[in-house]
């Protein structure tokens, strides 16, 4: 029997938001246009419901929120780390 780790909706969307990073980003902010288009379709949330993801991932330090602007992301998954390295 196999245990598997428990993975959160917050950590489901910053990996798709690490995703956005490298092409579309200017200045290490993705837009906020890019990041709702990516994670509200996906995982079916409004954009209520996706702002409140997003201050979960800014309350414990994953990415900072730039007003006007979209999303800094300040940490890397491990695993994306070691896939693009």
Not at 19 to 30: A, D, R, T
Request: glycine share 4%.
């Amino acid at each position: 029997m196999s245990l598997k780790k428990k993975v959160s909706i917050e950590d489901l969307v910053f990996a798709r938001l690490q995703e956005l990073k490298h092409p579309l980003c200017v200045g290490h902010i993705i837009r906020f246009p890019f990041v709702f288009a990516k994670i509200c379709p996906i995982f079916c949330l409004t954009k209520d419901q996706a702002w409140l993801v997003l201050k979960e991932l800014q309350d414990v330090g994953r990415i900072e929120i730039v007003p006007y602007q979209g999303v800094r992301i300040t940490t890397f998954l491990d695993s994306y780390q070691s896939k693009n390295s």
